[in-house]
T-cell receptor, first 114, second 118 residues
Framework: NAGVTQTPKFQVLKTGQSMTLQCAQD?????MYWYRQDPGMGLRLIYY???????DKGEVPNGYNVSRLNKREFSLRLESAAPSQTSVYFC?????????????FGPGTRLTVL | AQKVTQAQTEISVVEKEDVTLDCVYE???????LFWYKQPPSGELVFLIR??????QNEISGRYSWNFQKSTSSFNFTITASQVVDSAVYFC???????????????FGKGTKLSVKP
């Protein structure tokens, strides 16, 4: 039981390049999330998927797209990377419910855009 | 609007001291969830506790305890007899609920960096 996995762990891009961050969970959770963490800012929600087939914007969606490929996988795409997207990206998953809705996080992807 | 404030940016203590991390939240909802996460130097986010708004009981888990007070909108975290391994950034977070489901928005505070020196 690996929980939430993310690939890659580290990535360096040049301005204008594109890339996709991958996330997968094996906890059979319905909801998945993408956050970014910047120094002194805490974590901010980029996009989330409440269930398979649905996605919604979070607090900072500009410059990103997401795909909920199936129940297990939720990817984040940067179409044209910018230096402002240098950050640590975390994927999380949860199972909505009155007593169960806790988000569990992956190990993160450290992205640098030059 | 939802907001989580962790006024303490950094705290430094000596091992075996007790330390309390403050968290104050704002929300319009009557049903919500509060969380604490730990982020050690290795970078991962570790879930510590979840508290529902309708359950104001304080909780103790080993050296960790949490004090939830709706009257002051606070959810403080105390580490008793701190250890070097407690050194980490600690995040408080808030999620509003929608009758049994999450709206998907976990609002984080900016974190408190705790350094425990031997």
């Amino acid at each position: 039981n690996a929980g939430v996995t993310q690939t890659p762990k580290f990535q360096v891009l040049k301005t204008g390049q594109s890339m996709t961050l991958q996330c997968a969970q094996d906890m059979n959770h319905n909801s998945m999330y993408w956050y970014r963490q910047d120094p002194g800012m805490g974590l901010r929600l980029i996009y989330y998927s409440a269930s398979e087939g649905t996605t919604d914007k979070g607090e900072v969606p500009n410059g990103y797209n997401v795909s909920r490929l199936n129940k297990r996988e939720f990817s984040l795409r940067l179409e044209s990377a910018a230096p402002s997207q240098t950050s640590v990206y975390f994927c999380a998953s949860s199972e909505p419910g009155l007593y169960t809705d806790t988000q569990y996080f992956g190990p993160g992807t450290r992205l640098t855009v030059l | 609007a939802q907001k989580v404030t962790q006024a303490q940016t950094e705290i430094s203590v000596v091992e075996k001291e007790d330390v309390t991390l403050d968290c104050v939240y704002e929300t319009r909802d009557t049903t919500y969830y509060l969380f604490w996460y730990k982020q050690p130097p290795s970078g991962e986010l570790v879930f510590l506790i979840r508290r529902n708004s309708f359950d104001e009981q304080n909780e103790i888990s080993g050296r960790y305890s949490w004090n939830f007070q709706k009257s002051t909108s606070s959810f403080n975290f105390t580490i008793t007899a701190s250890q070097v391994v407690d050194s980490a950034v600690y995040f408080c977070a808030l999620s509003e609920a929608d009758y049994g489901g999450s709206q998907g928005n976990l609002i984080f505070g900016k974190g408190t960096k705790l350094s425990v020196k031997p």
